[in-house]
């Protein structure tokens, strides 16, 4: 079965600092990949998504980036976090013929 | 812009009875819809997905509708229990399943 992995599951950082979170999927192979964030009283909010490796599609501009350095690895990076950086930040992957999502348990990051 | 809006942050029913939640969408005709749930603290959760040729489909005690005219989809969950009590999302999606959610709706279902 599959099964998808976010690391770590909170992060406190201070503003100016840099940024990784890894997202692992198994069981599954060239899956799509996104990044969502989720700020507090808002929506989820797709930040990055991926259909193979080293293709990265931005739906929002801001100071985060996106890599897909493996077929099953997705990492969200910043050089220099900005207090509206704080949210939930879930990854999720979908087979490429199929719709649903399946999410991530989260990383929740608060920049202070 | 594309947008889909959830009329009700909040729903609060009593346990057996029905909720029924609304997503309306604008600027775009989707493909399909998708319903979610969300438990505080962690990633959502596919529930049901509908297509646009398709007026209504079922599982379990989860019911979903969509009018492509009036821009709609309702969410209805039958005989509900407190263990219903989440916060349900519905999203819509691009040719390459990149979604746009709703803010949602915090349903909480009393005994």
């Known amino acids: 079965s599959q099964t998808i992995h976010q690391w770590p599951a909170t992060l406190v950082q201070p503003v100016g600092s840099p940024l990784s979170l890894e997202c692992t999927v198994e069981g599954t192979s060239n899956p799509n990949l996104y990044w969502y964030r989720q700020a507090a009283g808002r929506g989820l909010q797709l930040l990055f998504y991926?259909?193979?490796?080293?293709?990265i599609s931005s739906e929002v501009p801001q100071n985060l980036s996106a890599s897909r350095p493996q077929d099953r690895q997705f990492i969200l990076s910043s050089k220099k976090l900005l207090l509206s950086d704080s949210g939930f930040y879930l990854c999720?992957?979908?087979?490429?013929?199929?719709?649903?999502?399946?999410f991530g348990p989260g990383t929740r990051l608060t920049v202070t | 812009s594309q947008k889909i809006e959830q009329n009700s942050e909040a729903l609060n029913i009593q346990e057996g009875k029905t909720a029924t939640l609304t997503c309306n969408y604008t600027n775009y005709s989707p493909a399909y819809l998708q319903w979610y749930r969300q438990d505080p603290g962690r990633g959502p959760v596919f529930l049901l997905l509908?297509?646009?040729?398709?007026k209504e489909k079922r599982k379990e005690r989860l019911k979903v509708t969509f009018d492509t005219t009036l821009k709609q989809s309702l969410f209805h969950i039958t005989a509900s229990q407190p263990a219903d009590s989440a916060t349900y999302l519905c999203a819509f999606g691009g040719s390459q399943g990149n979604l746009i959610f709703g803010k949602g709706t915090k349903l909480s279902v009393k005994p």
């Open positions: 991926s259909v193979g490796i080293g293709q």
């Open positions: 999720a992957w979908t087979t490429p013929r199929a719709y649903e999502q399946y």
């Open positions: 509908i297509r646009e040729n398709e």
